[in-house]
């Protein structure tokens, strides 16, 4: 191989994103937005800064991975995300709470059929 296609190889690997073993997703309130972060295999950050940033509910204040869906809890909406393969987010629903709707928790049965809400 030549040391062109060898660089050019070495550059798409290094440049291409990695697939996520393990993500920590994490509230940023005032952005309004969640943040993920890759994982390492110690179990510390990749990455000091996020790689997925997502915005989402006004003032996201609780999160729950069940399966492979985010459910992100704020003052007044509940938002999920689908988890790609890369960690990335895809917005599925939203419901309304009501206004200050304050929820404190999520908590999802073992069906995955109710999201239960307490506030």
Known sequence: MSRIARAAVLVWTLASPAVAD???????A?????DGFCVG???GLREVL???????VENPRRLLVSENVLYVAGRTHIDSFQIGP?????????TKLGENANPLDLAIDPERTHLYVPH
């Open 22 to 28: 393990q993500m920590l997703y994490a509230t940023a």
């Open 30 to 34: 005032v952005q309004n937005r969640v």
């Open 41 to 43: 295999t110690g179990g």
């Open 50 to 56: 996020p790689v997925i940033q997502q915005d989402t």
């Open 86 to 94: 890369n960690g990335g987010l895809s917005r599925i629903g939203r």
